[in-house]
């Protein structure tokens, strides 16, 4: 498979968790998650709890693993700054900021 792609823009963090848990599931190129905060300044911290708990229970993907959030807090600057994208690091085990 080319690419598996999830949109999660529920508050629950274990709803945006499960939808990244089904990403890593698939064997594909390219795994990609869209999930959308309503707190710009919590987007790191979010994305690195997902990292430690959903993460630490699956192997490293097959290919690129990305997780992309949207805030509305940058909506007048669509599409910059509107997304962050992180890129799994398999060697660190964890997303980084690309």
């Not at 792609?5 to 990609?32: H, I, R």
């Not at 987007?43 to 992309?68: D, K, S, T, W």
């Not at 940058?74 to 690091?89: K, L, N, S």
Request: proline residues 6%; glycine residues 10%.
């Amino acid at each position: 498979m080319l690419a598996a792609f999830e949109l999660e823009n529920a508050n629950s963090f274990e709803k945006v968790a499960y939808a990244l848990w089904k990403v890593t599931s698939v064997q594909a190129g390219l795994a990609g998650l869209f999930c959308f905060r309503r707190d710009p300044d919590g987007i790191g911290g979010f994305v690195a709890r997902l990292g430690e708990e959903v993460m630490q229970h699956v192997p490293n993907p097959a290919g690129e693993l990305l997780v992309v959030a949207g805030t509305r807090a940058a909506a007048e600057t669509f599409p910059d700054g509107y997304f962050r994208p992180f890129r799994w690091q398999p060697d660190a085990r964890r997303f980084a900021r690309c």
